[in-house]
Nanobody, 123 residues
Framework: QVQLVESGGGSVQAGGSLRLSCAAS???????MGWFRQAPGKEREGVAY???????TYADSVKGRFTISQDNAKNTLYLQMDNLNSEDTAMYYC??????????????????WGQGTQVTVSS
């Protein structure tokens, strides 16, 4: 079992940046790792995935603005978020699934989840 703990959320003005971190209790390089978000009144949506060989995929809404990466030596997943806008306001979660990532989606096939970190973008 993998335990995940997110950090790095906060409040930022539109156009600003934040970097989220997700610390894992054990190695995650054999998993598909993903970032998800859920805004009030909306369904959870996938933001970005990185698979066991380092290939990344992104939701269209964040392409060119967000970057997912991982440091296997530290068992830590990151999400660099640049040029934030109000529509990025949400609770952000990291999660782990099997070794292969599918299409970025709501993450119903992800097995392990963190508790989330809040991101608030003001205009």
């Amino acid at each position: 079992q993998v335990q995940l703990v997110e950090s790095g959320g906060g409040s930022v003005q539109a156009g600003g940046s934040l970097r989220l971190s997700c610390a894992a209790s054990s190695y995650t390089y054999t998993y598909c790792m993903g970032w998800f978000r859920q805004a009030p009144g909306k369904e959870r949506e996938g933001v970005a995935y990185v698979d066991s060989v380092g290939a990344t995929t992104y939701a269209d809404s964040v392409k060119g603005r967000f970057t997912i990466s991982q440091d296997n030596a530290k068992n830590t997943l990151y999400l660099q978020m640049d040029n934030l806008n109000s529509e990025d306001t949400a609770m952000y979660y990291c999660a782990a699934a099997g070794p292969k990532c599918g299409v970025v989606g709501p993450g119903t096939d992800f097995r392990y989840w963190g508790q989330g970190t809040q991101v608030t973008v003001s205009s």
